[in-house]
């Protein structure tokens, strides 16, 4: 564990990644979720994972162009770090106004929080486009659906936690052989299995 800390400690500070996108942000105060959607029969869509780098395909490219788009659409909303990986996404979803001080409804969100708008935004925006291209780009049609019914969301409650799940996100890629999504992995990621065993990880039937 103590090995992981300082592994992580130093891949943030290389390059500047401990900054981030809202400054003077309060996670504190305001609502900041880590969410994961998945990809239906864990179907490998975006692209894939070469030498420990994501690289997307078109489907790929589209799916971030969309995930960019959702602090112009929701008002109050700003978005942290995220990965798309070939079959799975992850990000962080900062909302202000979110009340703290209520607990958390059974839709695992806190009170004013928008999030299951904006992730059901995000599926159906991205499923719209993709439905079109099967049919101008002959893109490959998908079975039923784009995306599962169902995603996680995580209350991310302080720095510590920030950035524990920002590191997660940044090495994505580079452990993907390790990744419960992907269906050939050949061992555990200690951080993934810490993060997504937690109890504040809720498994939602909407969106």
């Not at 090495?171 to 993907?176: G, V």
């Amino acid at each position: 564990m103590v090995l992981m800390q300082d592994e992580m400690k130093q891949y943030l500070e290389e390059d500047g990644r401990r900054s981030i996108r809202l400054k003077d942000y309060d996670y504190g105060k305001a609502g900041a979720y880590f969410v994961t959607i998945c990809t239906q029969g864990q179907k490998n869509l975006f692209g894939e994972v070469l030498n420990g780098e994501m690289l997307l395909n078109e489907i790929g490219r589209v799916m971030k162009k969309w995930w960019e788009e959702i602090d112009s659409k929701f008002k109050n909303v700003g978005l942290d770090e995220f990965v798309i990986m070939p079959n799975h996404f992850h990000g962080i979803v900062i909302i202000v106004g979110a009340d703290l001080r209520v607990c958390p409804d059974k839709m695992g969100e806190h009170t004013g929080s928008p999030l299951h708008r904006i992730v059901q935004w995000f599926k159906t925006m991205t499923t719209n486009e993709y439905i079109r291209n099967v049919y101008n780009q002959r893109w490959k049609p998908f079975s039923k659906r784009v995306w599962q019914r169902n995603y996680y969301e995580h209350i991310i409650r302080n720095e510590e936690k920030l950035n524990k799940i920002r590191y997660y996100i940044q090495t994505n890629p580079l452990k993907w052989h390790l990744d419960r999504e992907n269906q050939q992995r050949v061992g555990s990621d200690e951080l993934e299995e810490e993060i997504f065993t937690s109890k504040k990880i809720s498994q939602l039937s909407k969106g």
